[in-house]
């Protein structure tokens, strides 16, 4: 199989490393922005198959890339839950209040009526992807979801624990509701062509350390048992707790483990030798001139020569990034520079 993704998440021997980068369809690039321009609504615009499938492959007509990931969001997953769900310039997603007892009731052909779009987006995109590249979906961890549908605005870093879970109780309800609408979502995104899974806990660095078992590594651990049932590979992207990157592994055991730019990666390294590892250059670098640039990632190729390791950054793709260095950076990585 000539699947770099697929080889390396598999274990096996393949030439090149992988490289595909989270928030490649986005706003650095100018089509998607001609695109965002015409659509202000951005879950209509997720939802319009045609054009989500076509910003999905934008960034792969332009680059190398061994993958596409579908152009969603993981708050399609309040938003199929009844919640209001929008997003405003230079201020982000925006949440309406959350109606408990809609949540508690949805029922899953609901729910799967409202996301069916993004299924087809994926199978429109299955259908036009070469066959050595892999087609990721993603859900956004029960946690990260949590914190958006409580505190309806992406939270600030001082954001305390107490005050959004007032009542535990209650956030365990939603906790595993949401654990049942990630499956669910997942299962039709495998259907309809995603051989990759990404679970993104953008928020799991605001968890108390105490909390992490609960709220993170058991959740996210029954999520990637369902998937990997499936014999699907699962990514997992528990940003913010490099520190316990060693012990979330011990008890989630994903197929892979993508790192944020905080983590040292030859600490990680020598952490865990039997989990293939995503990731990890801040994606700052890509904001300055090619010699740091070329430095910087020939230090993760170099860290990572005698592991699986899959080539991202360590978060999104920033929006000022210009296009040239993502071609630059694949250059390197494909050994043309
Ligand atoms: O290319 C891809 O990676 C696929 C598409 C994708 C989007 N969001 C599109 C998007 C993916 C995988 C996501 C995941 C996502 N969404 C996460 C997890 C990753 C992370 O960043 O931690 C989170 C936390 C969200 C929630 C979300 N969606 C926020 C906080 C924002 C606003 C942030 C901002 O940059 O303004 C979004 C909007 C969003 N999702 C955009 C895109 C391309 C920008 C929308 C725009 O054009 O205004």
Known sequence: M??????????KKYRGIPVWFMRQAGRYLPEFRKIRKENPN???????ENLSTKISLQPLKRFDLDAAIVFSDILMIPYGLGQKVSFKKNFGPQLKELSLEKIITANKEDFINQLRPVYKTIYNIRKKLNNNKSLIGFVGAPWTLLVYMLNKKSPKNNFNFKKIIKDELLAKIILNKLEEMICLHIDHQISA?????????????????????YFCYETTARIVNHVKEKKIPVICFPKGISKNYADFCSVVNPDCLSIDYKKNPKSIRKELKNIPIQGGLDPKILLMDNKKIKKNVK?????????PYIFNLGHGVLPKTKPEKIEYLINIIREKE
């Open 2 to 11: 000539n699947n770099r993704i697929l080889n390396c998440l598999g274990g």
């Open 299 to 307: 230090n993760y190729l170099d860290i990572f020569k005698d592991h």
């Open 193 to 213: 062509g995603a051989n990759v899974i990404q679970i993104f806990d953008s928020w799991a660095g605001l968890l108390p350390n105490n909390k992490l078992p």
């Open 42 to 48: 951005f879950i209509k615009l997720c939802l319009n």
